[in-house]
């Protein structure tokens, strides 16, 4: 069973600058970040397939956030530029696991993640 550890995350002022990091303990076939804000469901933010690098990204973020991959250190980071109040969330590092699948991946459905990690809070300050 694949394990994830993330880490990152704290507050910042709106315009900073946050860099999230999910290390797996096992074989992925995409890696995705999600989060919770206060009173809202969850809601995916981005993805990346790990063979292939690809990666997909909500329209919220497009542009600010980036997610990257280092496949030596089987980690996953999402580099979150020009933050907004309205970034302020809980952070799920999320990984798809299912040789199943097919090799699909996208920052949703939730369904598809199998394997969730521990959330780390970001706050944005307006």
């Known amino acids: 069973q694949v394990q994830l550890v993330s880490s990152g995350g704290g507050s910042v002022q709106a315009g900073g600058s946050l860099r999230l990091s999910c290390a797996a303990s096992?074989?992925?076939?995409?890696m995705g970040w999600f989060r919770q804000a206060a009173g809202k469901e969850r809601e995916g933010v981005a993805a990346i397939n790990p063979r292939s690098g690809t990666a997909y990204y909500a329209d919220s973020v497009t542009g600010r956030f980036a997610i990257s991959q280092d496949n030596a250190k089987n980690t996953v980071d999402l580099q979150m530029n020009s933050l907004k109040p309205e970034d302020t969330a809980m952070y799920y590092c999320a990984a798809a696991a299912d040789p199943s699948l097919g090799g699909y991946c996208y920052f949703g459905p939730e369904a598809l993640f199998g394997v969730w990690g521990q959330g780390t809070q970001v706050t944005v300050s307006s």
């Open positions: 096992g074989y992925t076939y995409c």
